[in-house]
């Protein structure tokens, strides 16, 4: 004997036209039966304020996942109360008042919720306690789950037998397998995923049988066995391809003959008589939307309707282009080598250069840490803090394929540092490209010379210290190969909630200059390998409601010479590949580029390693408003630092900071503002490493490190 439950259990897509009947049972119920043994007097409605909600009996769920569910919300404080009634609605909140019927309610979806996650036995009571001295009510919800039911068997029919793709894509990874719990939901997710198996292998107009399909639960195992059915339809082809351009007759805009129908065609990863895949249609629009140069209005598909016997699917490309043209001015605010930089810059783009949609860019770009050295920021015996950046830049969006994309650049850096000041310039060509949907890799290769002149302010008492800086003085020309591989399975590009993302860089420097040593044998180089990890994980804390987001990162990296550079000491790694440490996206109790195990950490390391914990609160979201909601509270803890080699790490030298921080979401990311303090010293005298052992407000407050920046610290 079974009991067949109406789409997986209880339905979302299908009406009960005896639910208002159900709940004004319910509110009556609630209302004239429930105990009240603290009073005799009925229960009336907004009468009692709610100064509890208690769940009993909780097992499987978490309070908080069963709260999102409820209209009936415990009264708020005094503090909330004073926010609301004397400032501001959007500040505080309001008395909350007992409501049989919306309690009705609130009872209803929970029942419903517990049901469609199998517990088809559940049983839930309230009961009330009224204190008349002060007006207030409390509601405890008692909740016996009972069972919860497994799925004992999943039955696809329908599912056609070509491409064989179809059915190594269903079995590979369904939502719900026998012997899970079962979950309406699930089921629901898994009708969804095989309709997108259907839609990428050629029948878009696939539907799912509803009255065909069902979830039984068997009274003799109270298991459930579930049938889906569907119907694929038509195999349908793509068929041609049309591109419109969008222009403005109102201002005399005229058609982008430059901007060829060829140039959008080759970045569709379709042609007319192929099969049908919605994949490979959304694909093809981010494509489109990489090349920069128009906005794409639309990609549409039109699917003949299932009744016509044409199986030919159209598209249409509708572009709007960009000026070929653009100049602009730029106000640049940054948290560039973890401290905060403004500065302003001045850009040329030329859209579709030479046709191919090849981009050229050409820009002047200044930014300074130091904004009180003014006008001395180029001075080499100044302290100041700057970069001076002309970089001539040219994009090819297709290289071997629409994948791929290539990059060549040329530029002149001013860089100046306290301790120093460097000329570089450098030739960098770039290949990018993606491996998967949410893979993507880069191979540079860089040409580098390097003058550095030295600070002669800067006074180093280490006289290792000082050989280093004199070996930096030494004319540099270095060829670097670099490769990065990058997963990125995150949920969001500026504020992830769930995923990770990894990372690994490997660089080699030495192999050109060596090669045409022969031929050049004063050329002053450095032979080295450099490795880089990133490990960044994002999980929400809080039932999915991204209010309580929790955030870690680990990153490690490591350099050595190598071949004839290894035992020549007057050879080093130059200044643009070091590891520096302290800053906003750093250990946040030190400035940037200020945290050294030994030695002066302007002059960076060949050793890094850091990690981070961050808990990242929604203070105001309950305030749902648009604007207070985007205030996020934020405390870390960040532990790392540099060492001059790996050889020379020790535990006790890796410091230790935590502090608070404030973002606030915009459409450019979140800004960011932190204060760090250190808890863990080890540059400080033995006897004065720990927090507790300085002073609070004297030396450990005092010596704390405000951050900003723009975007997560990661």
Not at 307 to 326: G, Q
Not at 358 to 372: E, S
Not at 558 to 577: A, F, L, N, V, W
Request: aromatic share 12%; net charge neutral; with cysteine.
């Amino acid at each position: 004997m079974y009991l067949r439950n109406r789409l997986f259990g209880a339905s979302p897509l299908r009406n009960d036209r005896f639910r208002p009947l159900r709940l004004l049972i319910a509110a009556l119920v609630a209302a004239v039966l429930a105990p009240a043994p603290l009073s005799a007097q009925p229960v009336e409605t907004s009468q009692h304020e709610i100064s509890s909600i208690t769940f009993e009996g909780l097992n499987s769920f978490t309070i908080g996942e069963l709260q999102v569910l409820m209209a009936t919300r415990e009264t708020p404080g005094a503090f909330n109360k004073f926010l609301y009634n004397s400032i501001s609605e959007r500040l505080g909140r309001k008395d909350e008042y007992f409501n049989a019927i919306v309690l009705g309610a609130d009872v209803d979806r929970l029942r419903k919720f517990y049901r469609n996650h199998g517990f088809s036995e559940v049983l839930i009571d309230t009961l009330l306690r009224v204190s008349p001295e002060d007006g207030t009510l409390d509601i405890t919800i008692r909740i016996t789950e009972g069972y919860r039911s497994l799925v004992e068997q999943v039955v696809y029919r329908g599912i056609v037998d070509a491409p064989e793709s179809i059915w190594e894509d269903v079995r590979r990874s369904p939502r719900i397998n026998p012997g899970d719990y079962y979950g309406s939901q699930l089921l629901e997710d898994e009708v969804k995923r095989i309709l997108r198996i259907y839609a990428d292998n050629g029948f878009p107009n696939a539907e799912f049988v509803r009255d065909s399909s069902y979830a039984r639960r068997y009274l003799s195992s109270r298991n459930y066995v579930v049938k889906l059915v569907f119907d694929p339809g038509h195999r349908y082809v793509f068929g041609d391809i049309t591109v419109l351009q969008e222009v403005d007759t109102l201002n005399a805009e005229t058609l982008r003959e430059d901007i060829t129908d060829e140039i959008i065609l080759r970045q569709m990863d379709y042609q007319p008589g192929e099969f049908f895949s919605l994949e490979k249609k959304i694909s093809s629009e981010r494509n489109l939307n990489r090349l920069g140069i128009f906005d794409l209005r639309s990609l549409a598909v039109f699917v003949p309707p299932r009744r016509d016997s044409a199986i030919a699917v159209p598209s249409r490309v509708t572009i709007r282009p960009r000026d070929k043209h653009e100049l602009a001015p730029e106000l640049l605010v940054s948290d560039k080598d973890g401290a905060f930089n403004i500065g302003a810059g001045l850009g040329y783009t030329n859209r579709n250069f030479w046709g191919d949609a090849r981009t050229f860019n050409a820009r002047v770009r200044f930014q300074t840490q130091t904004i009180g050295n003014f006008p001395d920021y180029f001075r080499v015996n100044e302290d100041a803090v700057s970069n001076l950046d002309l970089t001539f830049e040219v994009v090819q969006p297709y290289i071997f394929s629409n994948k791929d994309k290539g990059t060549w650049s040329f530029s002149f850096i001013l860089d100046k540092q306290k301790p120093y000041l460097q000329n570089i310039l450098r030739n960098k060509i770039g290949f990018t490209g993606r491996q998967a949907e949410f893979t993507t890799h880069v191979l540079e290769w860089t040409l580098e010379a390097v003058d550095l002149k030295k600070n002669e302010n800067f006074a180093a008492s280490d006289p290792a210290v000082q050989r280093q800086m004199g070996y930096l003085q030494e004319r540099q020309f270095n060829s670097i190969l670099s490769y990065t591989l990058a997963r990125d399975m995150t949920n969001d590009l500026f504020s992830p909630s769930a995923g990770f993302i990894h990372a690994v860089t490997v660089e080699e420097a030495g192999l050109l200059p060596l090669a045409l040593k022969g031929i050049l044998p004063n050329l002053p180089f450095t032979q080295f390998v450099r490795g880089v990890l990133v490990g960044r994980w994002y999980s929400d804390r809080s039932d999915n409601r991204r209010f309580f987001i929790l955030a870690s990162k680990l990153k490690a990296g490591i350099e050595e010479k190598y071949g004839e550079s290894r035992g020549d000491s007057t050879r080093t790694i130059p200044q643009t590949h070091r590891f520096f440490g302290g800053g906003g996206g750093s250990i946040r109790g030190w400035a940037s580029r200020d945290l050294k195990a030994r030695g002066d950490p302007q002059l960076g390391g060949n050793f890094s390693l850091e990690t981070s914990l961050e808990c990242r609160v929604n203070i105001l979201q309950t305030m749902r408003d648009g604007f207070l909601d985007k205030a996020w509270l934020v405390g870390f803890v960040d532990a790392g630092n540099v060492w001059e080699n790996v050889g020379n790490f020790q535990f006790t030298t890796v410091a230790i900071a935590t502090g608070i921080g404030l973002r606030w979401d915009t459409l450019f990311g979140p800004f960011r503002f932190d204060w760090g303090i250190r808890v863990f010293d080890p540059t400080r005298a033995d006897g004065n490493h720990w927090i507790t052992q300085r002073q609070l407000l004297g030396e450990t407050f005092a010596e704390g490190v405000f951050h900003f920046g723009i975007g997560h610290a990661f």
